[in-house]
């Protein structure tokens, strides 16, 4: 393996060159600099952290909150001969015992972990053997927004990073993002123990303009007017196209309105099987058979997908924040040709958002009663379910609630409860910690509330803004 960062890009990654930022911040590294990197969906963030990570002499640990991604990006690694690896909850015991020890010999390159591994006390010790016999040169953070409790995809460990950073040994660090407003940028400096004044910390600010992408707002009225306005963009630009919806019964419902005009398609959604979903996002990467060239996807739809010619992404219900609808229109146009993203506005979806809002954000009395019944409660949790305890906590005439699935995997992030993923809904979990104080603070609680609904906000004043609607994403994320 070469150490030459430009041999490594032809040799391993076949790039005849370095793009934008990447051999500024691959340079700043190798000099034992630390780097915030924010730059666009697509622009090669991945490249800044890989090639460091192979001209380097020991293990580079990643940590990213998306296991979905984890393993498309190890197999296209190893694919270029490079000793990579991931572990995650998605592997059984045994593959997990198997990974740590090869990362406990020092044969491991690259390991792509979620911060929540490091509770783990066994990976711990593969990591302190690794430490020992080739040494930790590198920790790369993806998607650092989630550092941030003000971040669009807030997760409790990563506010953990600073400690595990610093348990590592305090290594040559960079944390790359694509939507970071100033305040969480901020933060990411913060948590890092990151001191701006020093030369050794550089943050490497792209921008976040996509110039050959075209953003349009559309208003619509009627499940008429949307279908009419999908058809005409999915069909406007020759190539691969997505459209986004927020709930899966609404996916379905304009699935069997296509069909009915004999517009063939894709679905991918949380109620098909992981086979299925893998069936569809390959099916839309070769693109080669009929219907496979347009999706209908919730958003969990186009993570890791590195597909160059997907010319329109439609949004036909308006997502949560900006942060959320500049990642997912950023997936399109990643071969520099054109691409048109529309949102098409309904002040009536509005509801569904603030719906959400709701049920990601529990109050610290619902922490309370969730904890209690599953301290007292545990007999009656494991003999009926979940559902047994949603009863006691929901009034059913208020329709469908999903506040429990929150706090459950909020317990889970903060470490008071374990379970494994197909095991909860029957009831079967263990506590091994108490309530945290974190999800007992009201007022911490009311501000992540707040700080939710100015974002859906702010994504309301993109749908109704008359100008610039790429000044808009500029001033947002601080790069005007």
């Known amino acids: 393996m070469p150490s030459d960062p430009r041999a490594i890009l032809s040799d391993v990654f076949g790039h005849a060159a370095f793009q934008g930022l990447q051999a500024e911040v691959i340079e700043h590294l190798l000099a034992g600099g630390h780097a915030v990197v924010l730059s666009p969906t697509g622009s090669g963030k991945s490249i800044c952290y890989q090639v460091p990570a192979l001209a380097l002499p020991g293990m580079t640990i990643v940590l990213s909150p998306l296991i979905a991604l984890m393993k498309d990006q190890v197999d296209a690694l190893r694919a270029r001969g490079v000793a990579a690896t991931f572990i995650n909850s998605s592997l059984n015991r045994q593959a997990r015992e198997a990974r740590s020890r090869e990362v406990a010999s020092g044969a491991v390159k690259l390991l792509y972990v979620t911060p929540e591994r490091f509770r783990k006390e066994a990976f711990r010790e593969a990591i302190e053997a690794a430490r020992a016999s080739v040494g930790i040169s590198l920790l790369a953070i993806d998607e650092a927004h989630c550092i941030s409790q003000w971040g669009h995809d807030f997760r409790p460990d990563y506010s953990r ?34 001191d701006p004044s020093d030369a050794q910390v550089r943050q490497f600010n792209r921008g976040i303009d996509r110039p050959n992408l075209a953003l349009e707002v559309h208003q619509t009225w009627s499940d008429d007017d949307k279908l009419e306005a999908i058809l005409k963009r999915s069909q406007q630009l020759p190539g691969s196209g997505i459209v986004y919806f927020t709930l899966i019964k609404t996916l379905e419902r304009f699935s069997d309105l296509l069909a009915a005009r004999g517009i063939d398609h894709l679905c991918y959604h949380g109620k098909l099987d992981a086979r299925s979903r893998r069936q569809v996002q390959d099916a839309f990467m070769r693109g080669s058979e009929p219907g496979s060239a347009l999706v209908l996807a919730t958003n969990a739809f186009g993570m890791g997908i590195d597909k160059a010619d997907i010319r329109t992404i439609t949004h036909a219900e308006i997502p949560g924040s900006v942060e959320s609808y500049y990642q997912e229109i950023g997936r399109s146009g990643r071969d520099g040709q054109p691409a048109l993203c529309t949102l098409l506005y309904d002040e009536r979806d509005l509801l569904t958002q603030m719906d959400f809002i709701r049920w990601t954000n529990p109050d610290a009395d619902y922490y309370e009663r ?25 009034d059913r005439r208020r329709g469908h609630d999903g506040r429990l699935e929150t706090a459950l995997a909020m317990l889970e992030r903060h470490g008071t409860m374990q379970a494994e993923q197909h095991e909860l809904p029957r009831g079967r979990y263990e506590l091994t910690g108490e309530l945290p104080a974190a999800l007992r603070d009201a007022d911490r609680l009311a501000d992540k509330l707040e700080a939710d609904q100015l974002r859906l906000y702010d994504m309301v004043e993109y749908a109704k803004h008359e100008g610039d609607r790429k000044a808009f994403f500029n001033r947002y994320f601080g790069c005007a």
Do not use: C, M, N
């Not at 610093?166 to 990151?194: C, H, K, R, Y």
């Open 161 to 194: 990073v600073g400690q595990w950073r610093e348990w590592l040994g305090s290594p040559t660090t960079i944390a790359l993002t694509a939507t970071a407003t100033p305040p969480v940028q901020d933060d990411i400096f913060a948590q890092l123990g990151f």
């Open 370 to 394: 969730v904890y209690h019944h599953l301290v007292h409660d545990g007999e009656s949790i494991r003999a009926f379910g979940l559902d047994w305890l949603r009863d006691k906590l929901h």
